[in-house]
């Protein structure tokens, strides 16, 4: 079969799409095409696949194509041995992992000399062909006829044949299938404590004498555990199921050498079968599952990253307004920037409200003044240190304003991220002559603005809204977080006119050097009249201007239709459109009125297939819609601004800030981040918190735990405000088993500071160890 064929049926049936919607996406992505503008403009080409689909095929058409070139490889080296069969390249062709394929390859790969080579040096291979052919026989008689220099006693010829047996059982692709499908299905994770660790240790106690189902280990516990393993605190083993998995394991060995029978032969073939799987066979088994799980783990905590990072970009901004941006702060001060409703900075500032200097009039003169002077319509107000301290003062002065002055709404924002924006060379590029600390503000009060626009200026992984995402792949979580941020960024679309370089450099088609171009020819040319005219940008040529032209908007530009996601190269349909309602495009455009009654299907031509034309009608209802939700914002509890103050059963107010695979993080004013643990996030079960929540929403929680000395607040979203851990496990599936995990009891979950990746722990499964690796995340 053809390489690119078996390819595209690959990926067709894990994306349920057909070969023939693959084939024609890997074309357009091996032209240059981007997934944004692949998924968008490209709909009739693909079948209308989604960025989804687009992802995953181009996620997956690596690993395959280096697939088949191994495979390829194989072929080639085992045809230049001359052993090819067409039994065994029938075996090659119908491996459909790089496991299954090195597997069949084994005994034909190159190895240095091994035990079994030199006992067949030693003509001990007749040996084993008698043992094989008589069962019946003693092998220790028949060993004596091949005794010799190089093999001077019956206990070195046995130990020579056992060899020979072995490697060929350790090079048997059926066996090592077979071992791995029961092992896969049946193996138990164990983790012990390292004798005299457990004072250095004590944040993973749970894991000093864990075991748990392999196949039901959910990714951060198994990442907890590798974690442990790393730091030299526990040993770490998979094995199978201790009273009958081994005897059954070394009985699917025994059978590939059919030994059925009670004769002497029988008897010796079955002890070499069960050395062969203790001292060769299961470590093969351990270090693939260990590597299979570590990557499963991986790619699960880097999807928990992935959505967090997609649901946080795509929050909703609070739009063009004067803000005033507060960084907070007690001994350094509390920062102060204001930026008008385009993001320029207008004004800086530095207040000391509190401790040492407790200028809490100056501090409210100079707010007051901020406010006046350049209409400032919201107050952001960063969520660290001093946080609910500074939002009280600025609601204390807000009534200080002058009768007639509207008051603007005072906003408490994430500032994840704005200490490495204000340290970065972007930012001293930006700001050259402004100190670093008031950087943040400035940040602060952008993000506010418009989140995905600020938040694009910072690595991803350095946001926090990520589960353990320090110890995974670190080059497969770069490359996912890009592939969000890029989709993020082409959904809503970039105000060509206003946009940052950063911005500009995850539009399709850019990057970093052409959205300096484009940025550099805006400031020495003024704005851009239209979109063609990014043509006359210097190395911006025709194939970058195809893939980001639909995703840069021009308001009140001299082409009506640049304001539009309509792509230039449809703009002849949407002129037919427009003038089939007998109307000026600028009347029609944003009134759907005007475009009812017609069909799509009446302008379908040659180029442009149906998909497209609605795709053109609906931008025309809607032109450059914003696909984020309304702005709102969670509303804190007087009187409830640090840990202490909160008690059982009080229902607040708060902002999902982060979502990991056990439950949810929320910000409800006082510092550290409550949990709700995935059980309590609804009164139903919930396979996956994403399915009930996403970093931005504002929920109604209620408090149902707090430990003030750890620092841990439990929270519950269910209607019954919380059922008990014992309630709650009778309607969960089970999880896998830990000898240590309490019998009954709540779960008590912790949340960490603002400003940082929230810190969590649950008693039982998690515990200290998932405290100790949210804390490093």
Same mark, same amino acid.
């Given at each position: 079969?053809?390489? !690119?064929?078996?390819?595209?049926?690959?990926?067709?049936?894990?994306?349920?799409?057909?070969?023939?919607?693959?084939?024609?996406?890997?074309?357009?992505?091996?032209?240059?095409?981007?997934?944004?503008?692949?998924?968008?403009?490209?709909?009739?080409?693909?079948?209308?696949?989604?960025?989804?689909?687009?992802?995953?095929?181009?996620?997956?058409?690596a690993?395959?194509?280096?697939?088949?070139? @191994?495979?390829?490889?194989?072929?080639?080296?085992?045809?230049?041995?001359?052993? $090819?069969?067409?039994?065994?390249?029938k075996?090659?062709?119908?491996?459909?992992?790089?496991? +299954?394929? +090195?597997?069949?390859?084994?005994?034909?790969?190159?190895?240095?000399?091994?035990?079994?080579?030199?006992?067949?040096?030693?003509?001990?291979?007749?040996?084993?062909?008698?043992?094989?052919?008589?069962?019946?026989a003693?092998?220790?008689?028949?060993a004596?006829?091949?005794?010799?220099?190089?093999? *001077?006693t019956?206990?070195?010829?046995?130990?020579?044949?056992?060899?020979?047996v072995?490697?060929?059982?350790t090079?048997?692709?059926?066996?090592?299938?077979q071992?791995? /499908?029961?092992?896969?299905?049946e193996?138990?994770?164990?983790?012990?404590?390292?004798?005299?660790?457990?004072?250095?240790?004590?944040?993973?106690?749970?894991?000093? &004498?864990?075991?748990?189902?392999w196949?039901?280990?959910?990714? #951060?516990?198994?990442?907890?555990?590798?974690?442990?393993?790393?730091?030299?605190?526990?040993?770490?083993?998979?094995? *199978?199921?201790?009273?009958t998995?081994?005897?059954?394991?070394?009985?699917?060995?025994?059978?590939q050498?059919?030994?059925?029978?009670?004769?002497?032969?029988? !008897?010796?073939?079955?002890k070499?079968?069960?050395?062969?799987?203790?001292?060769?066979?299961?470590?093969?088994?351990? $270090?693939?599952?260990?590597?299979?799980?570590?990557?499963? /783990?991986?790619?699960?905590?880097?999807?928990?990253?992935?959505?967090?990072?997609?649901?946080?970009?795509?929050?909703?901004?609070?739009?063009?307004?004067?803000?005033?941006?507060?960084? *907070?702060?007690?001994?350094?001060?509390?920062?102060?920037?204001?930026?008008?409703?385009?993001?320029?900075?207008?004004?800086?500032?530095?207040?000391?409200?509190?401790?040492?200097?407790?200028?809490?009039?100056?501090?409210?003169?100079?707010?007051?003044?901020?406010?006046?002077?350049?209409?400032?319509?919201?107050?952001?107000?960063?969520?660290?240190?001093?946080?609910?301290?500074?939002?009280r003062?600025?609601?204390d002065?807000l009534?200080?304003?002058? %009768?007639?002055?509207?008051? *603007?709404?005072?906003?408490?924002?994430?500032?994840?991220?704005?200490?490495?924006?204000?340290?970065?060379?972007?930012?001293?590029?930006?700001f050259?002559?402004?100190?670093?600390?008031?950087?943040?503000?400035?940040?602060?009060?952008?993000?506010?603005?418009?989140?995905?626009?600020?938040?694009?200026?910072?690595?991803?992984?350095?946001?926090?809204?990520?589960?353990?995402? #320090?110890?995974?792949?670190?080059?497969?979580?770069?490359?996912?977080?890009?592939?969000?941020?890029e989709?993020?960024?082409?959904a809503?679309?970039?105000?060509l006119?206003m946009a940052?370089?950063?911005?500009?450099?995850?539009?399709s088609?850019?990057?970093?050097?052409?959205?300096?171009?484009?940025?550099?020819?805006?400031?020495?040319?003024?704005?851009?009249?239209?979109?063609?005219?990014?043509?006359?940008?210097?190395?911006?040529?025709?194939?970058?201007?195809?893939?980001?032209?639909?995703?840069?908007?021009?308001?009140?530009g001299?082409?009506?239709? &640049?304001?539009?996601s309509? #792509?230039?190269?449809?703009?002849g349909?949407?002129r037919?459109?427009?003038? !089939?309602?007998?109307?000026?495009?600028r009347?029609i455009?944003?009134?759907?009125? %005007?475009?009812?009654?017609?069909?799509?299907?009446?302008?379908?031509?040659?180029?442009?297939?149906?998909?497209?034309?609605?795709?053109?009608?609906?931008?025309?209802?809607?032109?450059?819609?914003?696909?984020?939700?309304?702005?709102?914002? %969670?509303?804190?509890?007087?009187?409830?601004?640090?840990?202490?103050?909160?008690?059982?059963?009080m229902?607040?107010?708060?902002?999902?800030?982060?979502?990991?695979?056990?439950?949810?993080?929320?910000?409800?004013?006082?510092?550290?981040?409550?949990?709700?643990?995935i059980?309590?996030?609804?009164?139903?079960?919930?396979?996956?918190?994403?399915?009930?929540?996403?970093?931005?929403?504002?929920?109604?929680?209620?408090?149902?735990?707090?430990?003030?000395? @750890?620092?841990?607040?439990?929270?519950?979203?269910?209607?019954?405000?919380?059922?008990?851990?014992?309630?709650?496990?009778?309607?969960?599936?089970?999880?896998g088993?830990?000898?240590?995990?309490?019998?009954?009891?709540?779960?008590?979950?912790?949340?960490?500071?603002?400003?940082?990746?929230?810190?969590? !722990?649950?008693?039982?499964?998690?515990?200290?160890?998932?405290?100790?690796?949210?804390?490093?995340?």
């Open positions: 079969m053809d390489t !690119a064929v078996r390819i595209a049926q690959t990926i067709a049936t894990e994306i349920n799409a057909s070969p023939k919607q693959v084939g024609a996406a890997v074309t357009l992505l091996d032209e240059g095409s981007t997934v944004p503008f692949i998924a968008r403009y490209r709909k009739e080409v693909t079948g209308g696949l989604d960025d989804g689909q687009l992802r995953h095929l181009a996620d997956r058409i690993y395959l194509r280096e697939l088949e070139a @191994r495979r390829a490889s194989i072929v080639e080296t085992i045809k230049g041995q001359d052993k $090819l069969t067409d039994e065994l390249a075996s090659i062709a119908k491996a459909e992992t790089k496991a +299954e394929l +090195e597997d069949i390859y084994l005994p034909y790969k190159p190895k240095r000399r091994t035990k079994a080579m030199i006992a067949r040096e030693n003509g001990l291979q007749p040996l084993v062909d008698a043992i094989m052919a008589d069962r019946n003693d092998p220790e008689v028949l004596n006829a091949y005794l010799g220099e190089a093999v *001077p019956v206990k070195d010829a046995l130990n020579g044949a056992r060899d020979i072995a490697e060929g059982l090079e048997n692709a059926a066996l090592l299938g071992l791995r /499908s029961f092992m896969q299905k193996a138990l994770v164990t983790a012990r404590v390292i004798a005299g660790e457990e004072e250095k240790g004590a944040k993973f106690s749970d894991y000093f &004498d864990h075991s748990e189902l196949a039901n280990i959910p990714s #951060h516990r198994a990442l907890a555990i590798l974690r442990a393993a790393k730091e030299g605190v526990v040993t770490v083993d998979i094995v *199978p199921e201790p009273e998995g081994t005897e059954r394991a070394e009985g699917m060995v025994a059978a050498l059919q030994t059925r029978g009670s004769g002497p032969g029988d !008897a010796w073939l079955r070499v079968a069960g050395w062969t799987w203790r001292v060769k066979l299961s470590m093969t088994m351990m $270090l693939d599952l260990l590597a299979e799980m570590r990557a499963r /783990s991986h790619e699960e905590a880097i999807a928990v990253f992935a959505r967090n990072l997609k649901d946080l970009l795509l929050a909703a901004p609070a739009g063009p307004r004067a803000t005033l941006g507060l960084d *907070p702060g007690i001994r350094t001060g509390v920062k102060a920037a204001v930026v008008d409703a385009t993001g320029k900075l207008l004004a800086t500032d530095t207040i000391y409200p509190f401790q040492p200097k407790n200028d809490m009039n100056g501090a409210q003169a100079a707010i007051l003044k901020l406010i006046t002077a350049h209409g400032v319509e919201l107050v952001a107000i960063g969520n660290g240190t001093a946080s609910r301290e500074t939002e003062l600025v609601a002065t009534k200080l304003l002058p %009768a007639g002055v509207k008051a *603007p709404s005072k906003v408490v924002v994430s500032e994840a991220g704005a200490s490495v924006y204000s340290a970065s060379e972007l930012a001293a590029r930006e050259p002559e402004l100190d670093v600390s008031l950087r943040g503000a400035v940040s602060i009060a952008r993000r506010l603005q418009d989140p995905l626009a600020e938040l694009v200026k910072i690595e991803p992984q350095s946001i926090g809204v990520g589960q353990y995402q #320090h110890d995974v792949d670190q080059h497969r979580l770069s490359k996912s977080l890009s592939g969000v941020v989709d993020a960024v082409n809503v679309g970039v105000d006119n940052s370089a950063p911005l500009l450099a995850h539009v088609g850019l990057g970093p050097s052409l959205a300096d171009a484009i940025v550099s020819h805006r400031d020495a040319h003024g704005a851009f009249p239209s979109r063609k005219a990014l043509l006359d940008v210097p190395r911006l040529g025709p194939s970058a201007f195809e893939q980001c032209a639909g995703f840069l908007r021009i308001r009140d001299e082409e009506p239709l &640049d304001a539009s309509v #792509h230039p190269e449809a703009y349909v949407a037919r459109i427009v003038d !089939a309602c007998g109307r000026d495009i009347a455009m944003g009134e759907n009125t %005007a475009l009812r009654g017609l069909r799509a299907e009446d302008f379908v031509d040659d180029t442009f297939g149906l998909p497209t034309v609605r795709d053109i009608l609906s931008e025309l209802e809607k032109p450059g819609r914003d696909p984020r939700p309304s702005f709102v914002t %969670a509303t804190f509890a007087d009187g409830v601004e640090e840990i202490k103050d909160l008690k059982p059963g229902v607040l107010e708060g902002t999902v800030t982060n979502v990991a695979a056990f439950g949810a993080f929320v910000d409800v004013g006082v510092h550290q981040d409550g949990l709700v643990h059980s309590q996030l609804a009164d139903r079960f919930v396979k996956d918190p994403h399915e009930v929540v996403k970093a931005g929403d504002v929920v109604k929680v209620r408090v149902t735990e707090v430990d003030v000395p @750890r620092k841990r607040i439990a929270l519950s979203m269910r209607k019954d405000g919380g059922a008990s851990a014992r309630d709650d496990r009778a309607a969960q599936p089970a999880r088993g830990n000898k240590n995990a309490p019998k009954g009891g709540k779960r008590q979950m912790q949340a960490g500071p603002k400003g940082k990746s929230a810190d969590s !722990a649950q008693n039982g499964a998690l515990g200290a160890a998932l405290l100790d690796a949210m804390r490093k995340r």
